[in-house]
């Protein structure tokens, strides 16, 4: 079983910084893609940034200059560092990795329970 825990989230000012972590622990053999997603109410859920094992990173146009994703391979953990957050980056945001738990399985994609980002105005 490979759990994903987000922690980092909370209430910031516009204008103001968060960093998001997630930790990914259990029978992990390997972590290919690390990704982060956020849904706001109402809305569907989005791909925000992600990072590949090698940490090549892709950004969604509304977040390129602000936020940064990264990752510590040997702790298993990716992290979203968001700087200048705005009020529509007001979200749940979800960590999502794509797990291998031996050398003969496939990777798996597995999501975090999600930590709430508000900004207010």
Not at 96 to 106: F, G, M, T, Y
Request: net charge positive; charged share 15%; aromatic share 8%.
């Amino acid at each position: 079983q490979v759990q994903l825990v987000e922690s980092g989230g909370g209430l910031v000012q516009a204008g103001g910084s968060l960093r998001l972590s997630c930790a990914a622990s259990g029978n992990i053999f390997s972590i290919n893609s690390m990704a982060w997603y956020r849904q706001a109410p109402g809305k569907q859920r989005e791909l925000v940034a992600t990072i590949s094992s090698g940490g090549n990173t892709v950004y969604v146009d509304s977040v390129k200059g602000r936020f940064t994703i990264s990752r510590d391979n040997a702790k298993n953990t990716v992290y979203l560092h968001m700087n200048s957050l705005k009020p529509e980056d007001t979200s749940v945001y979800y960590c999502n990795a794509d797990v291998k738990v031996a050398l003969i399985s496939r990777y798996r994609e597995v999501w975090g329970q999600g930590t709430l980002v508000t900004v207010s105005s």
